[in-house]
């Protein structure tokens, strides 16, 4: 006996698992697992995609590039859905564009963090799906974007330390012309 999806063509088709979670402080995480399906009989994607590593802080938004490559002789048009965990968010997540034979692109998505734990690491994942001839095709490009501290250009802490090192340039300054006054007096006298 085989199962049959109506209109469901026989191929590859990229599924996402959200797993929800608690650390052992009580802290909600989110974590994305890819898993693929196959349906009768599948047959390797011609896309190939991957995804940058950014960094972030807690409150903050970066840039991530998808890079797309067509590894066939064909054109395809690609729709293409982005995941992301509950920590972090896009306003667009689902695109379709076409991609020519052995042609490259790259997209840009802006992610924002909800409140991602500094230290943590997030996986991201887009799948990559297209049909032709009667086959359905799909795979993943995956990256991560990591939580960091913000970080201050010069902050209150780098602002003392650059006051303590003027006074005490200062302080060492007015010794050596000092030192040198009284040479000179004592010369004088001499």
């Known amino acids: 006996m085989t199962l049959s999806f109506l209109g469901t063509l026989p191929g590859k088709y990229p599924l996402v698992v959200l797993t929800i979670y608690h650390d052992a402080n009580m802290y909600p995480f989110s974590t994305l697992s890819p898993h693929i399906l196959t349906y009768k009989k599948g047959y390797p994607s011609g896309i190939y995609g991957s995804i940058n590593q950014i960094e972030i802080s807690k409150e903050g938004s970066g840039d991530i590039t998808l890079s797309l490559r067509n590894l066939d002789e064909t054109t395809h048009t690609i729709n293409i859905k982005l995941y992301l965990p509950r920590e972090l968010s896009n306003g667009e997540t689902e695109k379709i564009i076409s991609l020519g034979p052995k042609e490259e692109k790259e997209l840009k998505y802006k992610i924002s963090s909800l409140g991602a734990l500094p230290g943590s690491t997030y996986s991201i994942l887009a799948s990559l799906e297209y049909e032709e001839n009667g086959y359905h095709y799909g795979t993943f490009a995956s990256g ?34 000092w030192s040198w006054k009284n040479e000179k007096k004592k010369k004088r006298k001499k």
Do not use: A, H, P
């Open 144 to 177: 991560l974007v990591k939580i960091v501290e913000k970080k201050e250009v010069f902050g209150l802490s780098q602002w003392w330390i650059g006051i303590v090192v003027v006074i005490l340039i200062t302080i060492f300054v007015i010794y050596q012309f």
